[in-house]
């Protein structure tokens, strides 16, 4: 981590980091003592905060302003930070462990005291002088945090009552795979599926209740005139159950992560640019092959799900009843592709995940190129 202070260039940082990440995975998979979770995804985290800031740099201090895109202007860095500042980003007891990154101007600003004040005078300058800055009082987070912990405490029962007689496993047995007909197998698949995100939303809700807890993370005021506390937020737990294409769902899954494939990948890559970023995001998470087979496999899908939904979904919208049958074949299907897709991902393994290729789901391979056409 020290390391990168005295390195200004973002693609030797950004490569190196990648790899060290990885050989760290690699070398815990031969050392049984060591836990993986504690040993990786503290290491993710500093992956993405050490290349955020080094692009931010980069763009600030090496890049003319007409090279930047209005976004990267904003978070463009021009003065290199202290040492301290530099380990208390990447560091912080507050993300340290599931994060999340956060913008290196964002973190500053609240450690100078000044995060709240800021967020209110854009608010001032967008009402016309009412109820902004000087008139509002600061907000506090305390109901954003009650909001989020029992928000934790619900996925926590679930995890413990639901998850546990849910077994991603039990989907490559062989006695169920043998025995079972392909509408069980499918059925017990999507279920499983479903009841493994809750231990995703309690680790990423609480991680975002600790940042508001300390009076991180406070986005300005709603279109209401009440205080969000949304700024660094990971999920959006009703997007995603709730979501009618493979686009949405990953917009509100791992928002945060999203944000940084977006800023240090996609924006920057001169082509295949989809492509660039899903193999990106499988070499962040790790080494296990589960996670290639889900991030290959989506990059298809979500080139077909584009192109057939600018050319089918205009049909749809004509009356309200056609919107609402489009709307629940839209949400199935993109669930049963969600279910395909991510599966892997859950069996790391390359045995099971062929396995469950050939005989769980046979003929859903099919099936799953439905959502592009319902997407």
């Given at each position: 981590c020290i390391l990168f202070y005295w390195i200004p260039m973002s693609e030797t940082c950004f490569v190196y980091l990648l790899c060290e990440l990885n050989i760290s995975v690699a070398v815990k998979l031969n050392n049984k003592r060591i836990s993986l979770p504690f040993l990786v995804r503290p290491l993710m985290i500093v992956t993405q905060k050490i290349t955020t800031l080094a692009f931010q740099l980069h763009d600030g201090m090496c890049k003319k302003s007409g090279q930047l895109t209005p976004e990267q202007k904003c978070l463009a860095i021009k003065v290199r930070p202290s040492l301290i500042e530099y380990l208390s980003y990447n560091l912080n007891f507050l993300s340290v462990l599931v994060g999340p990154c956060s913008n290196y101007k964002d973190y500053i600003d609240f450690i100078e005291g000044r995060h709240i004040s800021t967020r209110l005078r854009q608010h001032s300058g967008t009402c016309n002088g009412q109820n902004g800055y000087g008139k509002t009082p600061e907000p506090s987070p305390l109901k954003a945090v009650c909001q989020k912990l029992l928000i934790?405490?619900?996925?926590?029962?679930?995890?413990?009552?639901?998850?546990?007689?849910l077994p991603i496993t039990y989907n490559v047995d062989p006695l169920f795979v043998s025995?079972?007909?392909?509408?069980?197998?499918?059925t017990y698949a999507f279920l499983s599926i479903q009841a493994a995100r809750p231990k995703f939303y309690f680790a990423w809700t609480l991680a975002d209740a600790v940042n508001n807890a300390a009076g991180y993370g406070f986005l300005g005021m709603d279109e209401n005139g009440k205080p969000s506390w949304d700024l660094i937020c990971n999920l959006n737990i009703l997007g995603i159950e709730a979501a009618t294409s493979f686009k949405t769902f990953i917009d509100n899954w791992n928002i945060q992560t999203g944000i940084w494939l977006k800023t240090v990948c996609y924006d920057r890559a001169p082509n295949h640019k989809l492509a660039l970023t899903f193999m990106l995001s499988a070499l962040w998470h790790g080494v296990y092959p589960g996670y290639y087979f889900t991030f290959i496999t989506a990059i298809p899908i979500t080139i077909a799900a584009r192109a057939i939904r600018k050319s089918v979904r205009h049909c749809f919208l004509g009356s309200r009843g056609l919107k609402l049958g489009y709307d629940v074949l839209t949400w199935a299907a993109t669930h049963l592709t969600i279910c395909y897709t991510v599966m892997p991902f859950l069996l790391l393994a390359v045995e099971p995940t062929l396995v469950y290729y050939r005989y769980v789901l046979t003929g859903f391979n099919y099936l799953s190129f439905l959502n592009p056409i319902y997407a």
């Open positions: 934790c405490c619900g996925c926590m029962l679930f995890f413990l009552i639901v998850t546990r007689s025995e079972a007909p392909f509408i069980t197998r499918l």
